[in-house]
């Protein structure tokens, strides 16, 4: 355990010192419990039933073999908005985006998170916004839309 934290407190300053975010977009990110307010059905379902509410727990069991760099590159698709502005950088620095969470898929949320506007949070989905982390040939087998009443919320 004492290692692990060693690697923890390794990640955190290697994001801080590279983590010069590009600017430009104005939404961030602000991770899954931010929606329950407003989404309490949708949050509760997500964490009870997705694969993805429990994706950094996949990765942190098998971190023991692996280098620091194999470990970033789980973090890309198993938590949420790795490398980019406002994502992911290491469990200290921002716990509440550990997971692949509500905003892999709809998208940084935190303007929607402030107006409640449908206007600012990508609604409609395609098998595009699945594709950064999953293979085409699963992507062909889940069917975007009935997922939300099979597993994803
Ligand atoms: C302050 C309350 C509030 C918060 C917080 C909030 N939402 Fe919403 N959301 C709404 C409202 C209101 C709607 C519109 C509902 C309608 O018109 O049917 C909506 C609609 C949506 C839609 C459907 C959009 C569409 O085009 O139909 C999605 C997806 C969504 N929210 C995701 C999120 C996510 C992800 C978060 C967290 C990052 C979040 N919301 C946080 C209030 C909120
Ligand atoms: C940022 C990366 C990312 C994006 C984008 C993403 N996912 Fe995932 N998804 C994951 C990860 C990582 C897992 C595996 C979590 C685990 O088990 O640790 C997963 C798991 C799943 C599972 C469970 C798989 C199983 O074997 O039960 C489903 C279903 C799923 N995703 C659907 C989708 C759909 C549909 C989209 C697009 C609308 C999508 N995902 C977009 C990262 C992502
Ligand atoms: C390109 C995106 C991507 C990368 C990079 C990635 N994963 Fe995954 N991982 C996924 C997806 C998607 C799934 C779910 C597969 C499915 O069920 O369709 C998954 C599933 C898993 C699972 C299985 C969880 C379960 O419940 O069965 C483990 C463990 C895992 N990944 C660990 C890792 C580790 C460790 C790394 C880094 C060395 C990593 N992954 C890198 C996308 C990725
Ligand atoms: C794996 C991808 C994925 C994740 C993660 C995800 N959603 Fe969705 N969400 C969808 C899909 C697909 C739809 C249906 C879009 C459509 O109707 O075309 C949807 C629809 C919605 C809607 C519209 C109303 C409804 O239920 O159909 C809301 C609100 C919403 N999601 C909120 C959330 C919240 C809050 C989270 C996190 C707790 C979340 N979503 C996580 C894929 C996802």
Redesign the pocket.
Known sequence: MRYASAIMLFIGICCTCSGAAGAGDKKTYVG?EA?KTC?AQ??ER??KY?K?AKSYESVALMKKGLTESELQGCYKCHTTGYGQPGGFRSLRQTPRLKE???E???GPGSLHYQTGDKKDIK???TAAD?KQCHSDRTIQSFG??P??YGG??
């Open positions: 899954s929606c989404h949708e949050y997500f964490m997705s993805q692949a969470g509500c892999t898929c709809h609604g409609k989905l699945c975007v839309k997922l939300v994803v919320h």
